[in-house]
């Protein structure tokens, strides 16, 4: 008693199953359904509004010369080291903060550089460069 014959097997399935995929659907849909009203449910919140300019203001440059008999001079202008301190601390509350820069003469004694450093120290300035000359020079 045979149920088939055998060219029945031989047979290609041109009906696609639509199971898997109505399965699949199924999921989705569930999800959709708890997910939504969970995404109604927010805090409107007021975000700062955030400003793109570029900054200019780069901060000036203090140029500091310790001469060979042990005077200094503020961006050219010869000042005692009373001036000098005071000097440094306005610079140094100033917004940004400019550099110093240190030129100290070959023949100066270090002594005055250190006491200058000392006092850029004491004043709080944070940006402190040496300039010094080729050797050529």
């Known amino acids: 008693m045979a149920f088939g ?3 029945d097997a031989d047979e290609v399935m041109n009906e696609i199953n639509m199971t898997p995929l109505v399965d699949v659907m199924l999921v989705l ?11 109604k449910h927010s805090v ?3 975000l700062p509004r955030a400003v793109n300019t570029p900054e200019d203001a780069k901060p000036d440059t203090i140029q500091l010369a310790i ?3 042990g005077s200094y001079n503020w961006n050219g202008k010869a000042v005692t080291d009373a001036e000098l301190e005071a000097n440094m601390q306005a610079e140094a509350s ?5 550099e110093l820069h240190i ?5 100066v004694k270090y002594e005055k ?3 200058a450093m000392a006092a850029a120290q004491r004043s709080n300035l944070k940006k402190i ?6 050797v050529g020079e």
């Open 5 to 7: 014959t055998q060219d």
């Open 29 to 39: 849909l569930i999800i959709f359904i708890i997910t939504v009203p969970v995404m």
């Open 44 to 46: 409107n919140i007021d």
């Open 67 to 69: 001469l060979p008999d």
């Open 94 to 98: 100033k917004e940004p903060q400019p």
């Open 103 to 107: 030129r100290g003469a070959r023949d």
């Open 113 to 115: 550089v250190a006491q």
């Open 129 to 134: 460069g040496f300039i010094t000359d080729q």
